[in-house]
């Protein structure tokens, strides 16, 4: 098994963001157009073959995406920051238009995604915009790796974020928020993002294109990105479609949460074909929609996640008929790869007992969760998969996310 299947194993959620820039590319914008010849869409190609989308939903579709790119543009080159952090880049042209717009930008997301997407950029960039672009694979669980990236950066940071919050669960959440707290208020600057809106969006600017109420989109999209993305989205507090739950969470962990809307300052979209009276009961409808721009408070302490993780490991070893498998450090994004790999290279076709010992383990991200899944999958009907020796902050994932059921923790 490649690098590459590896890494959809362990977090197939890229996969949604191929989707957005095939979306966008076929609407005619022409950053997004460059780089598509260096874009592998095969995987995603294969999904879509197996499920029809109705043309009028793949329009549906090219709209929301189109629209809340332009929109979360709009709110970053605006901001007064200098420096552009996108998490998650995925596959959207944005660091092209923020080095026209003079933006030092920062792309950031799974290594997956980065491996492709930084040598795109860099076929299609000029010279002076290079300048400007700056790509690294991170965890944003993980604020060693999210500091690490930022190394060097001076003066505020917009962070841009669109559709990042739907795909973690409860602990992921908490982490993450934490991070992002401990960012802003190093480096200054605003978090942005339309995710608690997410629904509103979609119905609100769906009625006016097409003409219904936008639920049924929205289930559909749902369903499918779970399907694409191998997860469950709209489960927590910033994501489960009451904007009031999301601003609650952020003032109860430190940030206090402003409101913006250039609906009045969006540009002819696309994807509407020339449409100007669609276009303008789509800056109709978005008015009542609002973008979050999100401040840290400096005297609020969030609680972070522990600083300088401990080195990651895996000591895998087959006696008989037992895989024993010891972990130390955090298994997520970016080291769960390495643990898939040396469960496949192990020697276990007979093995019918796994016990996976966790004892020195940090923290398990849905990525890690994701290998254990499969790992668990790989025995047979009367297989032994034990897990040992975890923490109560690893209890609380498995509890949370649902595996203490599925391993009989």
Known sequence: MDNNELLMQVNPVFLTAKGCIGLMAGAGIEDAQKLMPYIDMSALTNVKDNNKTPPELIRAYSVNVEVRYNYSNLTAFTSGCDVIVDLPCGYAPRALAAARAGKQ??????????????????????EEEKKYIHFAAVDATNYDSLRKALDGVSGKICIVMDGLVGFFNDPELDTFTANIHRLL????????????YVNNIISTVFSVILGNSGVDVIKTMTEGSSKVANTNSGKNAMSNGNPDDAINYLKKHGFDVEFVNYADKLPMMLSLGGDTEAMERLRKAYADIPQLVIKARKSDTAKPEKSESGAFSVDISVSGNELKCAISGRLDTITAPELLQKFNDAGKDSVTAITVDLEDTEYISSAGLRVMLIMYKSLKDNGVFSVINYSSALKEIFDVTGFSDIFGI
């Open 105 to 126: 930008y920062y792309g950031f997301d799974l290594p997956a995604v980065i491996n492709e997407m930084a040598p795109a950029v860099e076929k299609v960039a000029t």
């Open 185 to 196: 208020c190093e480096f200054g600057g605003i978090w942005t993002t339309p995710d608690p």
